[in-house]
């Protein structure tokens, strides 16, 4: 396995991150250890893998964590289904005696073997079990995974980074914490908004700026609302109400909002907001 050449992530062309986040992502790199990252959804944990890989030029691996998903389907899946196709028809000209040829890696054993060094999201890790959670863990650590089927070990050609997203919908072990770093990334506060805004509608009006925020955050401050709207939400929104050819942002209050549902999507939080 070769070692890494580190550089300096400091954003991206459409992620705009805090000093503090940069600082965890660059000592994580150099560290070589996962990046646990917590926060409401929304926040950007799993567009800030994707930026670090559009910035730092490395192919992009996403791992989605399913509630039953088995590690070894993240390291390899052995096919035994065509192998036994291929030995009652015969005609797809492999040969097979040669079960490496039927050996499929999984999200991680691609990390693994790819040519350079990858970035590696593994999305949603409190959807698994514990056991998943530590022995994958257990992998990371060694770089290293073994195909029991033809008794051969793979080892990383080069270390990924690794991002790690959590929502908090299950504890994460003691043993699990202690292997990574973490960041929560706390929900943006209106000025760190406003230059996420900039960023993805560079020519926007400073009166639809200052009264979407604005409105924004009062929503977001609604008592009894299940699902608040999030940073994707509000771009969207802004999207929206900017493609309207009849919206005026002078005329823009929080007693009458246009496209409530691009903010809202269940029906009690979209209720309760048109009735404030």
Not at 76 to 100: H, K, P, V
Not at 161 to 180: A, E, H, Q, W
Not at 211 to 237: D, H, M, S
Request: net charge negative; with cysteine; hydrophobic share 40%.
């Amino acid at each position: 396995m070769s070692k890494p050449n580190v550089s300096a992530f400091d954003g991206s062309k459409h992620y705009v991150l805090d000093d503090e986040l940069a600082s965890i992502v660059n000592i994580t790199m150099a560290l070589e250890m996962p990046l646990l990252l917590k926060g409401e959804p929304g926040t950007g944990k799993t567009m800030l893998a994707h930026a670090i890989a559009s910035r730092l030029k490395m192919p992009l691996i996403v791992l989605n964590v399913k509630s039953s998903m088995k590690l070894i389907e993240a390291l390899y899946q052995y096919d035994t289904l065509t192998r036994l196709n291929d030995s009652r028809f015969g005609d797809s000209g492999r040969d097979i005696s040669n079960i490496e040829a039927y050996i499929r890696m999984g999200k991680i054993g691609q990390a693994f073997s790819a040519e350079q060094r990858t970035v590696l999201l593994i999305d949603e890790i409190d959807k698994a079990d514990t056991d998943f959670q530590d022995d994958m863990l257990d992998v990371l650590d060694q770089m290293q995974f073994d195909i029991i089927e033809i008794d051969k070990t793979i080892t990383a050609k080069h270390r990924p980074v690794i991002i790690i997203t959590s929502n908090s919908k299950k504890n994460l072990s003691d043993p699990f914490l202690g292997r990574c770093n973490f960041h929560h990334i706390a929900f943006p506060e209106p000025d760190m908004i406003q230059k996420i805004i900039q960023v993805h509608f560079p020519d926007i009006d400073t009166i639809l700026m200052e009264q979407t925020v604005n409105i924004f955050y009062e929503l977001r401050q609604l008592e009894g609302i299940e699902k608040r709207p999030a940073t994707r939400e509000l771009i969207n929104w802004i999207r929206a109400l900017r493609m309207d050819p009849d919206f005026n942002p002078k005329k823009l209050s929080k007693n009458d909002i246009p496209y409530l549902g691009v903010l809202f999507k269940k029906s009690e939080d979209y209720l309760r907001a048109s009735q404030n």
